[in-house]
């Protein structure tokens, strides 16, 4: 176990400090507003450069194989800058932190194999690890304010994870490889497999698993929730709110999905109002109205006063927008971070019968052959 001690050490930092990154990136814009985002980039820039010529530099046999690998590793970061960027500076940095974190988890944890040659648990074990940590991060991010949990990201969490990896093996080859492990390790690597689904698959269920929501005066939306626990968090949320109603975002404090997606709804009504979107803004002030009434009367964090729209706007909305046609409008609000779900028992109970499933899946095996 101590040999893994250095990746253990790096996956709880990683953990723990997750819901407090965002507020170091905006102390950072804010100290540097001009140079924070340029400077970490230069910074990862210059790591990498530096790590690629400290590879270089120990290829001296096995050239073929090592040179091919370091290129399969320059091209999977290509892809990832490419194809996986948000073209927003402030995240794409921290996206790129996240491939050297995660990278440096899976060299980490291929290390700390002491086995050469290696067999399958050298290269399992990083894999899963990686995804398992990510998975975790994800989830933390999911449960606490100013933070965001999202399986793209638990995804890219994984893919550092196989930059890593490959970086490590072109670094530090085995002297062989063998397909195959031993059934101790099978069974260890079984248990990893499965504590990796079960996280994964609660950080789906918890972050994106929701509901479409219909009213059949306003339309369709995805929610969280559904259209009777809307009801009673607005009536639970209008009791708490007036006596003591939230006032600022808490880094440690747990996120609370209602004002998440009442704020989602009021940030789209005024986006389509200011560009005379009025059908959009309309749905979305009438979703708000009926169902998130209580956040309307919250004053803006940003101080911008209360988010219920006036008498006048009220008006306009009513002269310019069409009529509602509750049978064909559908909110686009959320629609990128919710998925609908099937059901919720049926779906944990699913996760749990394939989980079990996975971790039983050596001895059974072992009791087939046996058989």
């Known amino acids: 176990m101590r040999r893994y001690l250095p990746s253990i050490v790096l996956a709880a930092v990683t953990v723990a400090t997750a819901p407090f990154l965002g507020l170091l990136r905006d102390a950072l814009l804010k100290a540097f507003p001009g140079g924070a985002i340029r400077g970490l980039a230069l910074g990862l820039g210059a790591v990498a450069v530096v790590l690629f010529l400290v590879a270089v530099a120990r290829i001296r046999e096995h050239r073929v194989l090592r040179y091919g690998g370091l290129l399969g590793v320059a091209g999977l970061l290509w892809l990832q800058t490419v194809g996986w960027s948000t073209n927003l500076p402030e995240v794409d940095v921290v996206e790129r932190i996240h491939i050297l974190q995660y990278g440096t988890l899976a060299a980490l944890l291929y290390l700390a194999n002491p086995r050469r040659p290696a067999d399958l648990r050298a290269l399992a074990i990083p894999l899963l690890g990686t995804a398992l940590v990510g998975a975790l991060d994800e989830s933390v991010q999911a449960f606490f304010q100013l933070r965001t949990g999202d399986v793209r990201d638990v995804a890219l969490n994984a893919f550092a994870g196989v930059c890593g990896l490959l970086f490590a093996l072109v670094m530090f080859p085995p002297g062989g490889l063998r397909l195959g492990a031993q059934p101790p390790s099978m069974r260890r690597l079984a248990l990893l497999a499965a504590a990796t689904l079960l996280v994964a698959g609660l950080f789906l269920d918890f972050a994106h698993l929701g509901y479409e929501v219909h009213d059949p005066e306003i339309g369709r939306w995805r929610s969280w929730f559904t259209l009777e626990e809307l009801e009673s968090l607005s009536e639970d949320r209008s009791r708490r709110w007036a006596a003591d109603p939230p006032r600022e975002l808490v880094a440690w404090h747990r996120e609370d999905y209602y004002l998440t997606e009442a704020a989602w709804f009021a940030n789209h009504r005024n986006a389509a109002y200011a560009v005379g979107d009025w059908r959009a803004a ?54 990128h971070r919710i998925w609908i779900r099937p059901a919720k028992g049926p779906f944990r109970v699913a996760l749990l019968a394939a989980v079990a499933l996975l971790a039983a899946a050596p001895r059974l095996t072992s009791a087939l052959r046996r058989g």
């Open 282 to 335: 309309a749905q979305s002030n009438r979703i708000l109205e009926a169902h998130y009434g209580p956040f309307l009367d919250l004053d803006s964090f940003r101080g911008a006063g209360r988010h219920r729209f006036g008498p006048g706007q009220r008006a306009e909305l009513e002269a310019k927008a069409p009529p509602p046609d509750p049978a064909a409008d559908v909110s686009p609000v959320l629609a």
